[in-house]
């Protein structure tokens, strides 16, 4: 051995009991709450599972009011009616409290699920004291130890980095439950996926979300050449609204860019799709298309933007060849959003590295291999971080793939609470209620040249469903979604 080793066991031995001895504390550990990062439907639904529980906890929420994402897109209707969107906890919180439940089969909008479900969750006397609002969660750490160092982190609180109204606080934790969403950091418009300084140049004329054309922000959009950038249901409603601003204001032009070669992927699982809105949306963009009321541009990916004077031209390709489109005059890009990994820097997670979701998440959902946006029922033991007690959920869970919905965050919650506070048999019975959409197709996995390199997934029905729709079994023989 030699001289630089002999000299460090001793330190070593004394560094590690050292170590022991100052941070094996598991009675003070286990008095300190259990912290919630984003007041969506995931967090809230999870704040009730821990208050059902009996189980201390804090939440931080970004904005200053709840769900602040959601706000963002309130005039938006949903595709899931009410059944699919209250999770059981947060109902039996609010029922005994004296809440009436809307109607199971309508249709809220964003902001009608924030009205009438949300915040009453929000203000439940055991919930209310427990939110920080405008409280920005900026980084997460083990108190006293850096991510490298492995001795003894289980039995460490977790610190919490928050920006409170500017100001920085920390708040310590024994257990994490990140539901921040991914909607506040959308994707650009470029293919490549990068912010390019031509698309940051254009911030005034790009809008990233879906602006109320109609309402609030019609004078923006009326009678202009706008460019929807995108294909998944945040296009398809721009899409659907900025038509309905032209019956009102004909001279306004659409013209849509997706990436996909077959408007069919886009249009989804129409009449056998279980969610009726959601198989509706497709039939009415595709009626959009027939009567001519929109310019489609099919695999066409963005490569730069350029003004001149005040209107914007995208260049790219399409099909192998050079692409142009000019006159544009606002863009509103729908291609998506990406997790905040940043503030989970010091702490040990395993993302996987596509499409930035919890890791055994991805092969249910990997949109190169599923078209069909419906997953089997998981929980906690595939929710699971290296990092003790670190579990993230909800959209985010999901990283970049589109197709998370809050029934499956209600579950994912329900599951983590319950292990959180050893309930162990409750943790791993994961049953989920989700209607399918009705894609079940086959279709040709193409390489970015458009080049076919392999089939999607066959179909979406893996689990065993039984007649109330429960899953009962999850498949055994197929990676697809179900
Ligand atoms: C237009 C549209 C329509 C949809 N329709 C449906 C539907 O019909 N049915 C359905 O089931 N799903 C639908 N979805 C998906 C659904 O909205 C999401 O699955 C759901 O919102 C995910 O909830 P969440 O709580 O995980 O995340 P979010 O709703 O995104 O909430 C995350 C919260 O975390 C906060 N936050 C973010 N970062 C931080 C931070 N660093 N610190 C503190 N707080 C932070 C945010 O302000 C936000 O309030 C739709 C989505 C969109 C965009």
Not at 28 to 44: C, F, K, Y
């Amino acid at each position: 051995m030699s001289d630089c080793c002999s000299t460090n066991v001793n330190q070593v031995t004394f560094m590690r009991r050292d170590e022991i001895k100052a941070r094996q504390l598991p009675n003070e550990l286990n008095q300190l709450p259990v912290a919630v990062i984003g007041g969506g439907p995931v967090g809230m639904a999870a704040a009730a599972h821990l208050v059902v529980k009996g189980e201390p906890f804090i939440l931080f929420e970004a904005g200053n009011e709840i769900a602040g994402n959601i706000a963002n897109w309130s005039h938006v209707r949903l595709f899931s009616p009410w059944q699919y969107n209250i999770d059981k906890a947060a109902k039996s919180l609010l029922e005994a409290s004296g809440w009436t439940a809307p109607n199971d089969d309508v249709l809220p909008t964003g902001g009608e699920l924030i009205e009438q479900y949300l915040r009453p969750v929000s203000q439940l006397v055991q919930i209310q004291p427990h939110i920080h609002y405008n409280a920005k969660v900026i980084a997460i750490s083990r108190k006293g130890l850096s991510k490298v160092k492995t001795l003894g982190r289980d039995k460490l609180p977790f610190v919490i980095h928050v920006e409170v109204n500017g100001d920085r606080k920390t708040f310590e934790a024994k257990a994490i439950i990140d539901a921040s969403g991914t909607w506040s950091q959308p994707n650009p418009a470029n293919s490549e996926g990068v912010w390019t300084s031509d698309e940051l140049a254009l911030s005034d004329q790009i809008t990233y979300g879906i602006p109320d054309v109609t309402g609030k922000h019609k004078d923006q959009f009326k009678g202009k050449r706008v460019l929807v950038v995108g294909s998944g249901h945040s296009a398809i409603n721009s899409l659907l609204d900025l038509e309905r601003l032209k019956e009102e204001a004909p001279e306004t032009e659409i013209v849509w860019i997706i990436r996909k070669a077959n408007l069919r992927d886009v249009y989804g699982g129409q009449e056998n799709d279980s969610l009726q809105e959601r198989g509706t949306l497709g039939i009415r963009i595709e009626k959009m298309v027939e009567n001519g009321n929109v310019e489609v541009y099919t695999s066409f990916n963005i490569d730069t933007f350029s003004k001149n004077e005040n209107t914007i031209s995208v260049e790219g390709h399409q099909y192998g060849k050079i692409a142009r489109i000019d006159g544009i005059q606002e863009i509103i890009s729908n291609t998506g959003s990406r997790p905040d990994l940043d503030f989970l820097r010091e702490v040990r997670t395993d993302i996987e590295s596509s499409i930035e979701s919890v890791h055994s998440l991805a092969p249910l959902i990997d949109p190169n291999i599923h078209s069909c946006g419906t997953v089997r029922p998981h929980g906690e033991k595939e929710l699971r971080q290296p990092e003790h007690n670190l579990y993230i959920v909800g959209a985010k869970s999901y990283g970049r793939a589109p197709t998370s919905l809050m029934a499956t965050g209600y579950e994912q919650v329900r599951s983590v609470v319950a292990a959180l506070t050893g309930d162990w048999e409750a943790a791993t019975k994961v049953e989920l209620d989700l209607p399918e959409t009705g894609v079940c197709s086959t279709g040709n996995l193409l390489n970015s040249s458009n080049v076919v390199v392999g089939k999607t997934a066959e179909c979406c029905g893996g689990a065993v469903l039984n007649e109330k729709r429960v899953s009962v079994s999850a498949p055994t023989n197929s990676s697809c979604c179900s």
